[in-house]
């Protein structure tokens, strides 16, 4: 199928290559020409593993091109996916003046009918009032417009698998002929009859995708609730982990025979600094504010928010408790994404923390695999290490901010040669206190009672 894609940033340039390896034939803008000349020249102005091997064979193919021109772009598709951001407002709701500007130009460019995808997170409603602007600005034009919703669940650093291998494909639709576009669309995946760019020589096993079709409100609020909802677990395991520091248990223990149970479920209990990024925290505040216009009183979800806010000050504190005075000291911090495998420092817990310790006076020696160069856009004022033996150089306490496996396996015995004092302070909970004890460093985390006493 022809497909048009607005928006490059992450979850365009996700969807747009991926849709391309399956098959479609994809032209994707974006307003941005310094992006576009980066994708035009086949580059990337993002990290992701695997998308460059899938841009790769998408361009090799020709079933993917980028144009500056929106009107063309609008024009190839027979589906276009509306992929352009959502940013929260000073007042936490969500920003949808893009997806109105986008309305606008389908409206006005648009020749032939087309079907109009919201993949952009957005408050529930959204795609009512898309097809309304649709209908407003396109009333002289007498082309037919479906809108549909079809939620991303990517995660960056696996968003290639996720979108090739999802659990579930969920549509929201308003008539038959839009569900039948879409199943068309995803077909590949439902089916598994791509080449998979990333398992060779064949993919696991696994169950086939569920093709979820609900109404366009329920499938905008399926996403907004599930991504509210791992984020309230996270802030669930954080809490627990405060607990069992008290109680002298171990969050690792408890959280571990916690997943086990299938009602449960092993992921997003992971105690420490705290969810970011540019999607958890903002659809969680969007979510609030959406159930407050709504006058439903949701006040678990401020709670999470709350409890996510005070992890920086949580760990602060152990910091302080550990360097007794910080200014003036120099402490190595390894990561600065807002989680491993990207290059995102959006809201990271990673920033958030360092710009608390240099308010506190401490001098901070950064690194990160990927990361650098977008911390520097927006912390040129600390100094940037190029390995994390160079970031332990002479600091006085190590903080590992972000969940790289890398800093698994560091040579240990390097790193302490390389510190004034051997002290980890453990924001992920990446490292087991036992190990880090007996290779003679002091070693402080979140939740484990033998290693905070
Ligand atoms: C999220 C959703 O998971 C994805 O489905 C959605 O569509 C986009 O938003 P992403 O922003 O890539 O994906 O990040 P995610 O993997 O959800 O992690 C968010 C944050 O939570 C990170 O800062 C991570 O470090 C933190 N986290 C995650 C924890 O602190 N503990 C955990 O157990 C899991």
Redesign the pocket.
């Known amino acids: 199928m022809k497909i048009s894609v607005i928006g490059a940033g992450y979850v365009g340039l996700v969807t747009g290559c991926c849709l391309a390896e399956i098959g479609h034939e994809v032209v994707c803008t974006d307003n941005d020409p310094a992006k576009l000349k980066v994708l035009e020249s086949g580059g990337l102005p993002i990290y992701e593993p695997g998308l460059d091997r899938v841009i790769e064979n998408a361009r090799k193919d020709k079933r993917l091109r980028f144009l500056s021109d929106p009107g063309e772009t609008i024009r190839s598709g027979d589906a276009i996916f509306i992929c352009v951001g959502t940013p929260p407002l000073p007042d936490g709701d969500a920003d949808l003046s893009a997806i109105d500007n986008v309305a606008r130009l389908i409206a006005t460019e648009a020749r032939s009918p087309k079907l109009v995808v919201e993949k952009s997170t957005v408050p529930a409603r959204t795609g009512q009032e898309l097809k309304r602007a649709l209908a407003v600005y396109g009333r002289k034009s007498g082309v037919e417009l479906r809108v549909a919703s079809n939620p991303?669940?990517?995660?960056?650093?696996t968003a290639v698998g996720d979108f090739l291998h999802p659990d579930r494909i969920v549509v929201g639709v308003e008539d038959e002929t839009a569900e039948k576009q879409l199943r068309e669309i995803y077909r590949p995946v439902i089916e598994r009859s791509f080449q998979c760019p990333i398992h060779t020589p064949k993919c696991p096993n696994g169950p086939a995708p569920s093709f979820v079709v609900t109404t366009i409100n329920s499938a905008e609020l399926i996403k907004h609730a599930?991504?509210s909802f791992?984020a309230l677990k996270?802030s669930y395991?954080n809490m627990v982990a405060d607990l069992a520091e008290k109680l002298g248990a171990d969050i690792e223990e408890v959280t571990q025979a916690m997943g086990m149970d299938p009602r449960i479920g092993s992921?997003?209990?992971?105690a420490?600094?705290?969810?970011?990024?540019?999607?958890?925290p903002k659809?969680l505040q969007a979510f609030v504010h959406l159930a407050e216009r709504s006058g439903v009183d949701f006040s678990m979800l401020k709670e999470a928010e709350k409890i996510n806010h005070g992890r920086i000050e949580r760990f602060y504190e152990k910091v302080r408790e550990m360097l007794w005075v910080i200014r003036g000291k120099q402490i190595g911090v390894l990561g600065l994404a807002?989680?491993a495998n990207t290059d995102d420092v959006r809201f990271s817990?990673a920033i958030d923390m360092i710009r608390h310790l240099l308010a506190q006076g401490a001098r901070i020696r950064a690194y990160d695999p990927e990361a650098v160069e977008r911390a520097k856009a927006i912390l040129p004022e600390i100094e940037y290490a190029k390995s994390p033996y160079d970031a332990a150089q002479d600091s006085e306490a190590l903080v590992i901010a972000t969940?790289w496996d890398e800093f698994r396996k560091l040579d240990w015995e390097r790193v302490q040669k390389a510190m004034v004092r051997p002290l980890i302070l453990d924001g992920r909970n990446l490292l087991s206190p036992k190990e880090m004890k007996a290779r003679g460093f002091e070693y402080r985390c979140f939740g484990r009672a033998s290693a905070n006493a």
């Not at 991303?152 to 650093?157: H, K, P």
């Not at 992921?267 to 992971?270: E, G, H, I, P, S």
């Open positions: 991303e669940f990517l995660r960056e650093g599930s991504n791992l996270i395991a992921t997003f209990l992971k420490g600094l705290g969810f970011g990024g540019f999607c958890l659809d807002f989680k817990p969940e």
